[in-house]
Structures are given as C-alpha cells and as structure tokens.
C-alpha cells in the first residue's frame, strides 16, 4: 500500500489548511487511518485517527481545531486544520493500517505557520 499526501504549505496563525492522503497498491482493506506529525528536534507524534467504522481520536493539543475525515471509497484520509498556530508547525505524516498487522507511512508534508 502507498501512500501520497497533499495539502502542506505556509499559513498565517489563525488559518487553515486542509491535508488528504490517497491510499493506492493491493489495498484489501484498511484500518485505521491517521495523521502524525513530527517537528524539528522531537518525536513523531499522533495528531489524529480514525477507524474504518469512523470513531475518531485526537492528540490533546489539537482537539476542537483539527478534524480527521475518511472516505472509503476512495481509500483516503483528510485532515482539515483550523485556528492553525506556530506550535502545529511540522512535517504531517499520513499511516495506514491493513490486511492483517501490516501498516504503510506517506513521505510527509511540510505545515508551516507563521506568527
């Protein structure tokens, strides 16, 4: 299963963007979904997820500004940013889990927020 992930850029704190990412290859089914991003100097870390079934989980930090969507019959995940801040500055990795116990990472995307 790949992954391609679309939608970073700049932004001005208080905006918005909004990251996809399409699953392609031998996708039989796929699990979970989410978001993790990584900032300079830190670890990789959730920011959100969502099952197949659709319940949803966030990272504390960006609970009521971040929406983690799916369709599944595109085989792809969305990542709609609000109220976006210098913090959440980081490159935004999409993952995947399928079939039985194996799991897939996109290449990342850059999220810059300008103070």
């Known amino acids: 299963v790949q992954l391609v992930e679309s939608g970073g850029g700049l932004v001005q704190a208080g905006g918005s963007l909004r990251l996809s990412c399409a699953a392609s290859?031998?996708?039989?089914?796929?699990?979970?979904m989410g978001w993790y991003r990584q900032a300079p100097g830190k670890q990789r870390e959730l920011v959100a997820a969502v099952t197949s079934g659709g319940s949803t989980n966030y990272a504390d930090s960006v609970k009521g500004r971040f929406t983690i969507s799916r369709d599944n019959a595109k085989n792809t995940v969305y990542l709609q940013m609000n109220s976006l801040k210098p913090e959440d500055t980081a490159v935004y990795y999409c993952?995947?889990?399928?079939?039985?116990?194996?799991?897939?990472w996109g290449q990342g995307t850059q999220v810059t927020v300008s103070s």
């Open positions: 290859g031998s996708i039989f089914r796929l699990n979970a």
């Open positions: 993952h995947t889990e399928y079939g039985s116990g194996s799991d897939s």
